[in-house]
């Protein structure tokens, strides 16, 4: 199937700063690009959907001036975490769809286990 | 809106026997995809088996199952011939019209030996 990359696969930041999480389709054009949040214990939280090219769509209560979500390329999106707090800190998973996706194709990244301290 | 209910929260299965997942959904769209995934403590998500709304037969996949009823909205997973390393948490998600997949709370499979 189909290969989604994240990097880092973990990062660690100060309170107050920003980091950004990368998200790549390695051998697919991903015209939508998905992201979640997943804290320990817990489901997978849809925060954001970007399609390639436009402003992404947030979530209801997910602040999209603390998220920025960028999708300029059909192999890349980025999520930045903008002044990050230690509530901040969570296991994020990207998820990518091609336009000639299958209806059961949709492929997740390994996930970015970010640490606020 | 879409909803996703998953009300086990945890599971016990004895090796080799089969367990039964239950996932139920409620949606307004007539067209829409359902899901499992599994995740090991790796937090990989890995794609266990896709059943669509008007696919007629129930969808299988090696050991996998889906019991399908619609008319009931439940998409349950069937593991057969549980295995030790299926141990790991169990995710029904569904995708509607609005191409967003979400996701119920989980299931957390224990395999005994």
């Known amino acids: 199937g189909a290969v989604v990359s994240q990097h880092p696969s973990w990062v660690i930041c100060k309170s107050g700063t920003s980091v950004k999480i990368e998200c790549r389709s390695l051998d697919f054009q991903a015209t939508t690009m998905f992201w979640y949040r997943q804290f320990p214990k817990q489901s997978l939280m849809l925060m954001a959907t970007s399609n390639e090219g436009s402003k992404a769509t947030y979530e209801q209560g997910v602040e999209k001036d603390k998220f920025l979500i960028n999708h300029a390329s059909l192999t890349l999106s980025t999520l930045t975490v903008t002044s990050a707090h230690p509530e901040d800190s969570s296991f994020y998973i990207c998820?990518?769809?091609?336009?000639?996706?299958?209806?059961?194709?949709?492929?997740f990244g390994p996930g970015t286990r970010l640490t606020v301290t | 809106a879409q909803k996703i209910t998953q009300t086990q929260p945890g599971m016990f299965v004895q090796e080799k026997e089969a367990v039964t997942l239950d996932c139920t959904y409620d949606t307004s769209d007539p067209s829409y995809g359902l899901f499992w995934y599994k995740q090991p403590s790796s937090g990989e998500m890995i794609f266990l088996i896709y059943?669509?709304?008007?696919?007629?037969q129930n969808a299988t996949e090696g050991r996998y199952s889906l019991n399908f009823q619609k008319a009931r909205k439940s998409a349950n997973l069937v593991i057969s011939a549980s295995q030790l390393g299926d141990s790991a948490m169990y995710f029904c998600?569904?995708?509607?019209?609005?191409?967003?997949?979400?996701f119920g709370a989980g299931t957390r499979l224990t395999v005994k030996p």
């Open positions: 059943q669509g709304s008007y696919d007629q």
């Open positions: 998600a569904m995708r509607d019209r609005n191409n967003d997949m979400r």
């Open positions: 998820s990518a769809r091609g336009l000639a996706s299958l209806s059961y194709e949709q492929y």
